[in-house]
């Protein structure tokens, strides 16, 4: 892993802190709930203004790769369900 992705990741895991309670945009979409499903499996759930769209796409792929590695993988569909609600809420 990269310097650059190992402070991302750092950072994404540090600094959630008590993330779960707190309120997301767009609570009732599919995008938000499979956000909030898949995400909180292995850390809590940064808010999705923590990043700028290309941020999340780097972490996206992060991600996949230790979910996968962790037998949680989803689906090309369900990564894209993210990804565009993250884009839509993003900084």
């Not at 996206?60 to 369900?78: I, N, Q, T, Y």
């Amino acid at each position: 892993m990269g310097k650059v992705a190992a402070i991302v990741l750092i950072g994404l895991f540090c600094f959630t802190g008590c993330s779960m309670t707190q309120t997301i945009p767009e609570p009732e979409s599919h995008g938000a709930k499979l956000y909030l499903k898949k995400c909180t499996q292995c850390h809590g759930l940064p808010g999705p203004k923590r990043h700028t769209p290309e941020q999340w796409d780097q972490l996206l792929v992060l991600m996949s790769g230790f979910m996968k590695e962790r037998g949680l993988p989803f689906s090309a569909d369900e990564k894209k369900l993210i990804q565009d609600y993250l884009h839509r809420n993003a900084r």
